[in-house]
T-cell receptor
Framework: GQSLEQPSEVTAVEGAIVQINCTYQ??????LSWYQQHDGGAPTFLSY????GLEETGRFSSFLSRSDSYGYLLLQELQMKDSASYFC????????????FGAGTRLFVKA | NAGVMQNPRHLVRRRGQEARLRCSPM?????VYWYRQLPEEGLKFMVY????????ESGMPKERFSAEFPKEGPSILRIQQVVRGDSAAYFC?????????????FGSGTRLTVV
């Protein structure tokens, strides 16, 4: 089966850096993704890691270590608008056709 | 290029009624996923469909729930004889290739309330 663990809540101040960790268990691994969801909104895709290492997209970076079944999302220069829920998602199963989402990390950015 | 279109945005049903949720994928996308999200929780996988085929319905309750993605028209998630526990947000996502590096594009969701 597939399962993911991530912290339920993180609080940080504007301008700071925050790291959201994610550990996973899956049969068949095809990649780890991150999504952002604001209250009442739809999840939006942020990043994808298929191989070990760091992927950078503007203020957001994502890291993957397949040997540790671990990844993280790094948010830099936090802004108030970054307050949202962040979900890690692992693509697995036979053929990589199923993506399972974690329960989400609620990020609160304070002034 | 319109994104993933879901309708209705909000749906209220009385217990025992049927709910029909529609999802039109992005142009060129032939893979559709349905997810359910309860308040303050993550997205739970329900079903993965390609045109005219159900590929994986392991996350969908065996009773009362069904999904289809016909050759023409939107994908439909159908919930018969709804109960209060069905109240949730239902998101559809489409994809050009499930094994690609680009992520899912989600629709705005249908918020189902069962009264």
């Amino acid at each position: 089966g597939q399962s993911l663990e991530q912290p339920s809540e993180v609080t940080a101040v504007e301008g700071a850096i925050v790291q959201i960790n994610c550990t996973y268990q899956t049969s068949g691994f095809y990649g780890l993704s991150w999504y952002q969801q604001h209250d009442g909104g739809a999840p939006t895709f942020l990043s994808y890691n298929g191989l070990d290492g760091l992927e950078e997209t503007g203020r957001f970076s994502s890291f993957l270590s397949r040997s540790d079944s671990y990844g993280y999302l790094l948010l830099q220069e936090l802004q108030m608008k970054d307050s949202a829920s962040y979900f890690c998602a692992v693509r697995g199963g036979t053929g990589g056709f199923k993506t399972i989402f974690g329960a989400g990390t609620r990020l609160f950015v304070k002034a | 290029n319109a994104g993933v279109m879901q309708n209705p945005r909000h749906l209220v049903r009385r217990r025992g009624q049927e709910a029909r949720l529609r999802c039109s994928p992005m142009k060129g996308h032939s893979h559709v996923y349905w997810y359910r999200q309860l308040p303050e929780e993550g997205l739970k996988f329900m079903v993965y469909l390609q045109k005219e085929n159900i590929i994986d319905e392991s996350g969908m309750p065996k009773e009362r729930f069904s999904a289809e993605f016909p050759k023409e028209g939107p994908s439909i998630l159908r919930i018969q004889q709804v109960v209060r526990g069905d109240s949730a947000a239902y998101f559809c996502a489409s994809f050009s290739s499930p094994q690609g590096a680009d992520g899912y594009t989600f629709g705005s969701g249908t918020r189902l309330t069962v009264v």
